[in-house]
């Protein structure tokens, strides 16, 4: 298991199985951990999963990736991304250039940058039935 640590306190700690590095984000001051994603290690992806009443910021129309998590990436170049709509496979480059930062108060997250949805749109693959 391999440990990351941002500036900001956050902690990654990436555990390998079954061709899959599964990623468990801990804040600076929680003790419980939560599964961010996985990758794919085979065609270097890496999925995410998220539900839009619960993960969609509603103002901005835009989901959050983990800033850190996009910036120290060695083993993905694409965002997969599922919701209850369907499969976006998004570059990580492109997060990383069109997504912004929301200010909002510290409410347990972590520095996240956000991508609207009418961008993660332009790359759908496939439609949930």
Do not use: C, W
Not at 29 to 41: E, F
């Amino acid at each position: 298991m391999e440990t990351l640590t941002s500036k900001e306190g956050e902690r990654i700690e990436v555990d390998e199985k079954d061709g899959f590095l599964y990623l468990t984000l801990y804040l600076k001051n929680s003790k419980g951990g939560r599964l961010i994603g996985r990758v794919r290690l085979a065609d270097r992806v890496f999925e995410v999963t998220r539900n839009r009443e619960k993960h969609l910021m509603k103002k901005a129309k835009a989901y959050g990736f983990n800033e850190y998590v996009l910036r120290v990436a060695k083993k993905f170049d694409t965002v997969e991304l599922t919701d209850e709509y369907g499969t976006y496979r998004i570059p990580r480059q492109l997060i990383l250039n069109m997504g912004s930062y929301l200010h909002f108060k510290d409410e347990g997250f972590e520095r996240q940058l956000f991508l609207p949805l009418y961008i993660i749109n332009n790359h759908k693959i496939d439609d949930k039935v």
